[in-house]
């Protein structure tokens, strides 16, 4: 009885044995076949084109790829942007000034409208009231004293000229009085998140950003955490002459102010930079798009986008990383004003790790986070040893046990 038992355990055992190996054979094989395909080389990146009605011309200028896809980095810009000739305001920078220096005197310009009243200039004992237009060469048209060019001046300046010529040889002690009764030469462009948009006539040389914001009745909510002001880039008339010629030594096109900074009540802290004949303001909306996050994330889908966004704040908006993420080929697809989708392969972790740059993101980018096969592998391996253990499975081949032979602590098992 005892041969038998022992030729029926060695025959178990052999059974065993060759499972074991058939197993290991199919493990082998899986393996092999992720390691194929985690093995294949790096994806170059390629150019593609998509349907032209898939195209928003309207928001193209936002990727500005060249032939090289153009992908820029936060050091790239000194302020973290991904357009040049942005200036971002900081804490230490100071509101800046007009040519004129603190004065909140008007200047004349063409298209202001005048009224003078000038007492017994066409009958004795009468008031004359004329109202006058500055024409495009800077002069306006009086009654007896014929064309005078006012353009530049104020109405103080205008008032001591009236009264000298009128003294030289017409009225003796004239009386004159000046007002302007249309602003029309000094226009600004406000849009985005405002209460009231369109164009704004300038009533003093150095209007700020807030009394222009406060003449378009304020901002609306929510908005975003940035005023977009675009310098000489509303020019109506069509002359020559815009706010462009009226910026200071820095040069600056582009500024972005802070709300925060902006409505700050620390006097030091505030920036409320001057507005120039010809300025856009652009009132930027809490969101100024989308972009899109696929694959290996915890919450993908479209995320609002606004600038600046890089690509490690768009994951972290995602919830991060999934456990079987491959973080060294996240690809970005992008495109450009020519409608042209270009990729590029990034590797996040070593982003994370400070060896390369953090890139930024455009509007209507698409990101995708790969699996890693060899994660996704182990990790499949990992969840089914968890639920053979939550299930009571045992992962142990106990011989005497299925010979119906009852073994001290199973140590018989294999």
Same mark, same amino acid.
């Given at each position: 009885?005892?041969?038998?038992?022992?030729?029926?355990?060695?025959?178990?055992?052999?059974?065993?044995?060759?499972?074991?190996?058939?197993?290991?054979?199919?493990?082998?094989?899986?393996?092999?076949?992720?390691?194929?395909?985690?093995?294949?080389?790096?994806?170059?990146?390629?150019?593609?084109?998509?349907?032209?009605?898939?195209?928003?011309?309207?928001?193209?200028?936002?990727?500005?790829?060249?032939?090289?896809?153009?992908?820029?980095?936060?050091?790239?810009?000194?302020?973290?942007?991904?357009?040049?000739?942005?200036?971002?305001?900081?804490?230490?920078?100071?509101?800046?000034?007009?040519?004129?220096?603190?004065?909140?005197?008007?200047?004349?310009?063409?298209?202001?409208?005048?009224?003078?009243?000038?007492?017994?200039?066409?009958?004795?004992?009468?008031?004359?009231?004329?109202?006058?237009?500055?024409?495009?060469?800077?002069?306006?048209?009086?009654?007896?004293?014929?064309?005078?060019?006012?353009?530049?001046?104020?109405?103080?300046?205008?008032?001591?000229?009236?009264?000298?010529?009128?003294?030289?040889?017409?009225?003796?002690?004239?009386?004159?009085?000046?007002?302007?009764?249309?602003?029309?030469?000094?226009?600004?462009?406000?849009?985005?998140?405002?209460?009231?948009?369109?164009?704004?006539?300038?009533?003093?040389?150095?209007?700020?950003?807030?009394?222009?914001?406060?003449?378009?009745?304020?901002?609306?909510?929510?908005?975003?955490?940035?005023?977009?002001?675009?310098?000489?880039?509303?020019?109506?008339?069509?002359?020559?002459?815009?706010?462009?010629?009226?910026?200071?030594?820095?040069?600056?096109?582009?500024?972005?102010?802070?709300?925060?900074?902006?409505?700050? $009540?620390?006097?030091?802290?505030?920036?409320?930079?001057?507005?120039?004949?010809?300025?856009?303001?652009?009132?930027?909306?809490?969101?100024?798009?989308?972009?899109?996050?696929?694959?290996?994330?915890?919450?993908?889908?479209?995320?609002?986008?606004?600038?600046?966004?890089?690509?490690?704040?768009?994951?972290?908006?995602?919830?991060?990383?999934?456990?079987?993420?491959?973080?060294?080929?996240?690809?970005?697809?992008?495109?450009?004003?020519?409608?042209?989708?270009?990729?590029?392969?990034?590797?996040?972790?070593?982003?994370?790790?400070?060896?390369?740059?953090?890139?930024?993101?455009?509007?209507?980018?698409?990101?995708?986070?790969?699996?890693?096969?060899?994660?996704?592998?182990?990790?499949?391996?990992?969840?089914?040893?968890?639920?053979?253990?939550?299930?009571?499975?045992?992962?142990?081949? $106990?011989?005497?046990? $299925?010979?119906?032979?009852?073994?001290?602590?199973?140590?018989?098992?294999?």
């Amino acid at each position: 009885m005892f041969l038998l038992f022992k030729a029926t355990a060695m025959y178990e055992k052999k059974q065993v044995s060759i499972l074991i190996s058939r197993t290991m054979l199919i493990v082998m094989l899986l393996l092999s076949l992720t390691l194929g395909g985690c093995g294949k080389p790096k994806r170059a990146a390629r150019p593609y084109k998509i349907a032209p009605s898939q195209l928003d011309n309207s928001m193209a200028g936002y990727a500005r790829p060249d032939e090289q896809v153009g992908w820029q980095t936060a050091s790239q810009s000194p302020q973290g942007h991904p357009e040049e000739g942005i200036q971002q305001w900081d804490s230490s920078q100071q509101p800046a000034l007009t040519a004129r220096g603190s004065s909140t005197e008007y200047h004349f310009g063409p298209g202001d409208v005048l009224l003078i009243k000038v007492f017994q200039l066409l009958e004795p004992d009468k008031e004359a009231i004329i109202k006058a237009e500055v024409d495009r060469t800077g002069h306006i048209y009086m009654p007896v004293l014929n064309h005078i060019y006012v353009n530049e001046l104020t109405v103080e300046q205008l008032q001591r000229e009236l009264i000298r010529r009128l003294a030289t040889n017409y009225i003796k002690d004239p009386k004159v009085n000046v007002a302007i009764e249309q602003f029309n030469s000094k226009l600004v462009m406000v849009m985005g998140n405002v209460n009231r948009t369109g164009t704004l006539a300038l009533q003093t040389d150095n209007t700020t950003l807030l009394d222009v914001i406060s003449q378009m009745n304020g901002l609306r909510t929510p908005t975003g955490p940035e005023i977009e002001i675009l310098r000489g880039a509303y020019n109506p008339t069509g002359s020559k002459q815009t706010g462009a010629s009226m910026i200071d030594a820095t040069g600056k096109k582009r500024e972005r102010v802070p709300v925060s900074l902006l409505f700050s $009540d620390n006097e030091r802290s505030r920036v409320n930079p001057v507005i120039y004949p010809g300025d856009v303001v652009n009132v930027l909306p809490a969101s100024e798009g989308y972009i899109y996050v696929a694959g290996e994330v915890k919450q993908p889908g479209s995320k609002d986008f606004r600038r600046p966004l890089t690509i490690m704040q768009a994951i972290a908006v995602c919830g991060g990383e999934t456990k079987i993420a491959d973080e060294k080929h996240c690809t970005v697809i992008r495109r450009g004003v020519d409608g042209i989708e270009r990729e590029v392969v990034i590797n996040l972790e070593r982003i994370r790790e400070g060896k390369d740059d953090n890139i930024l993101l455009a509007q209507n980018d698409t990101i995708y986070v790969p699996v890693d096969g060899w994660k996704k592998f182990w990790d499949d391996v990992n969840n089914m040893f968890r639920r053979g253990v939550s299930t009571g499975v045992s992962f142990t081949y $106990d011989a005497a046990r $299925d010979a119906g032979v009852t073994s001290a602590g199973g140590a018989g098992g294999y």
